[in-house]
């Protein structure tokens, strides 16, 4: 008796470790991989609400993972030229006293018109996707106004739970911190959507995505908030401001934003200090 020739299926990989970061911080957007042996590459569908509060409404698209960048296909040859979506989220602050002469250089190189254009970017395709951010007019059918600290703001809707509870715990906190109260008296503004491009690049801002807020206060006592504001009264040295030079939200401010996702401006080599912005990625326990 003669049987036909059994051929082994091949081992598929396991799936990124990264999908499970995605899968924990968006837990109403389903992410189903498949591995493409042609692409040495996961496909990547992506099912998520139109509206957060109409789950059977659902929308979806492909992406390639790319190292956690969510490529659509025709960029997937060009993945060296984005930043992965998952890195470590650093929450020390480099004291700038501390840069070394190459180090200067490099972050004025960094900060300069010529290399914000050219360099290397967010890949915006995944928030493009979630968001409804392809245009001004679809993404405004998300976007709601609230307040927040007292001031009038407009946030994008998958963001306002988060954005309410942080509001939340700095009021509670604020009844017997005094630090956290004078804070929530001195704000001045407390700014979200806003579609535009960022500064200096072709890329859209993240509070286009209405996910970003810049608060604002009444008096900045002479201090830098922005690095591009202070670039343009010191164009050499903009830097070496030391960071109690720089206006900055009360420790536990930062961390009440932090705990429900959104990550600190004034962590940045290029600090905007009055920044939140909100990647719960970034903070996922699988990322950890």
């Known amino acids: 008796m003669r049987f036909a020739q059994f051929t082994a299926p091949e081992t598929q990989p396991a799936e990124p470790e990264g999908l499970a970061v995605f899968r924990e911080s968006y837990p109403d957007v389903t992410f189903d991989a498949q591995f493409i042996a042609e692409y040495e590459d996961w496909k990547i569908s992506v099912t998520a609400p139109v509206f957060p509060d109409k789950a059977d409404d659902r929308k979806k698209a492909v992406f390639w993972w790319a190292g956690s960048r969510f490529l659509p296909e025709d960029k997937f040859s060009e993945k060296d030229d984005y930043w992965p979506l998952i890195y470590k989220y650093s929450r020390e602050i480099k004291d700038p006293s501390s840069y070394t002469e190459e180090e200067i250089e490099a972050v004025r190189d960094f900060g300069s018109a010529d290399s914000r254009m050219s360099q290397s970017g967010t890949p915006m395709f995944f928030y493009d996707f979630l968001y409804a951010a392809k245009s001004q007019i679809i993404i405004e059918d998300h976007i709601v106004s609230t307040k927040f ?17 942080v509001e939340k715990q700095i009021q509670l906190a604020a009844e017997t911190d005094q630090e956290i109260k004078t804070f929530v008296s001195s704000v001045k503004s407390a700014d979200a959507y806003n579609w535009r491009i960022i500064g200096g690049t072709d890329r859209k801002s993240f509070h ?45 401010v930062i961390d009440i934003f932090a705990d429900e996702g959104f990550i600190w401006g004034g962590n940045w080599i290029i600090y905007d200090n009055m920044h939140f912005e909100y990647h719960p990625e970034l903070f996922a326990t699988s990322c950890r």
């Open 149 to 165: 600290l007292g001031k009038s703001t407009k946030i994008h809707e998958r963001v306002l739970p988060a954005l309410k509870r």
């Open 208 to 252: 286009s995505y209405g996910i970003a807020i810049d608060i604002l206060p009444k008096k900045l006592g002479g201090k830098a908030i922005f690095w591009n504001w202070e670039k343009e009264r010191n164009p050499k040295n903009w830097m070496k401001v030391p960071l109690s030079q720089r206006w900055t939200p009360p420790a536990k």
